[in-house]
């Protein structure tokens, strides 16, 4: 048995909207804006996106980069194009230093009574979930616990 899948029809908003996002200098100012509005938000909700970022930047993460970085290794090409606010995609420094406190700010409004905390609940339910199908349970992360260090 086979499934397809087929897309819905894009409405006229839609059109309008890719429409104008197909302007680069647009979509440019869009996205940024996208960007402060998501950043401000996390910041209003207690998560310390610019300061916790700003600190990933200033270490040296040489050592760590050399211990992964394979010059042979091609990496899928959505890995490395644009992707939400990161120009040069998810395999960037940017997106690197960015994903936990995003993720919190993200993951807060899966359980709006949560806020922060929203990404633990997650976080746990995945865990909850695999504790019941793995012989060795996994150890749960909280990402909250090391912006907050």
Do not use: C
């Not at 994903?99 to 609940?121: C, F, M």
Request: glycine share 4%; hydrophobic share 40%.
């Amino acid at each position: 048995m086979t499934t397809t899948f087929k897309n819905p029809p894009i409405g006229p908003a839609s059109r309008l909207v890719n429409g104008i996002l197909s302007i680069q200098p647009l979509a440019k100012f869009a996205k940024h804006q996208a960007r402060q509005m998501m950043i401000d938000r996390a910041e209003k909700m207690g998560v310390p996106w610019r300061s916790h970022a700003n600190t990933l930047l200033q270490r040296d993460w040489s050592p760590e980069f050399q211990q992964v970085n394979k010059s042979d290794l091609a990496y899928p090409e959505y890995y490395l194009r644009s992707f939400h606010a990161y120009d040069n995609g998810n395999l960037s420094w940017q997106a690197a230093v960015e994903v936990e406190v995003a993720a919190l700010a993200v993951h807060a409004k899966i359980w709006p009574d949560a806020g922060v905390a929203g990404d633990d609940r997650l976080r746990q339910s995945y865990h909850d979930v695999l504790q019941q199908v793995l012989p060795e349970p996994p150890k749960l992360f909280s990402i909250s616990a090391v912006v907050s260090d």
